[in-house]
């Protein structure tokens, strides 16, 4: 009786951890992934410390891509544009983890950081809704990237930053990055989104230097250009 009761726990152990350690359900493999940095759960939305996120459920949204995944410590989506087959992320890490979610994704699907990985995260030194592209960079503090770096070794990935603007002062960072946009903020940070977007796109198209061409020069001459 002892036998059969080992032999039936043995078995549920090998299932459960069959299931657990299970390949991804993907529909398809990327071959590029999209990562909108933020921290998880309704309090968090609408904070500034979210605009990576925004762009994510700006993407989904425009493209009708449905309901999320979880997988990799994030929240993923299947996008095929351009030829390519994309993967947008949320990490659910919290940001300053946001690291573990990226690197189990591009090990698995053996993907390059410096050719197949494209970050979107909020930026305390640029004004706000001012678009800041680069292929490789430090990480001007913004712990989402810098664990990113130390996880997939190195700061060589495109990012896109988005301007949240600075508080008075420094004793009020963590409360103002994780307060909302205020009111006369909200329009131009909806429009930078949405450009954060387009930006993703061309991106996919055409690389990261026509990304740079067109959106380093702030929101207004982002679309004075087009």
Known sequence: ??????????????????????????????????????????????????????????????????APRRQFHAETWDWQVS?????????????????????????????????????????????????????????GGQKGLKDIGAKVGGQDFARLRIGIGRPASTNQVVDFVLSSFRKEERDEIELAIKDAGDAVVLWLEKGIADVMNRYNGGVAANRATR
């Open 83 to 139: 030829g390519k087959n994309v993967m947008l992320m949320q990490p659910t890490t919290f940001m300053n983890l946001s690291g573990q979610a990226v690197a189990e994704a591009i090990r698995f699907y053996k993907l390059d950081p410096k050719s197949d990985l494209f970050v979107i995260c909020d930026d305390l030194d640029l004004p706000v809704a001012k678009l800041r592209v680069r292929q490789s960079a430090g990480n």
């Open 1 to 66: 009786m002892i036998f059969g009761e080992v032999v039936v726990i043995k078995s549920v152990v090998q299932f459960l951890a069959r299931f657990f350690n299970a390949a991804p359900k993907n529909k398809m493999k990327p071959d590029k992934i999209i990562v909108g940095l933020g921290n998880p759960g309704a309090q968090y939305r609408a904070t500034r410390h979210n605009v990576g996120y925004m762009v994510i459920d700006e993407l989904v949204a425009r493209f009708a891509l449905g």
